[in-house]
């Protein structure tokens, strides 16, 4: 993953991700953004990127994992 902001962040760390892409025919950019808003407006919010027409999750921010599993049931 890359790390810093501003124009060039260009300092990189080791990392994994969970990518959510989606299944069949190439409609899935709104599904995929309902899903980011939903992530966001979770209690404790979950922040991904776009990229590649895919959902990304950084691992290396994910902190409290039994908490993040907890408030999954809360999504649409």
């Known amino acids: ?7 060039q962040p260009v300092e990189t760390l080791p990392s994994a991700a969970v990518v959510i892409r989606p299944g069949g025919g190439g ?16 209690p404790v919010p ?7 027409g895919a959902l990304w999750f950084d ?3 994910l902190e409290d994992e039994a908490g993040f599993v907890t408030q999954l049931g809360r999504l649409p």
């Open 1 to 7: 993953s890359q790390i810093g902001s501003g124009a």
């Open 27 to 42: 409609r899935g950019g709104r599904a995929l953004e309902r899903l980011a808003s939903s992530f966001r407006a979770l």
């Open 46 to 52: 979950v922040v991904g990127r776009m990229a590649g």
């Open 59 to 61: 691992l290396r921010c």
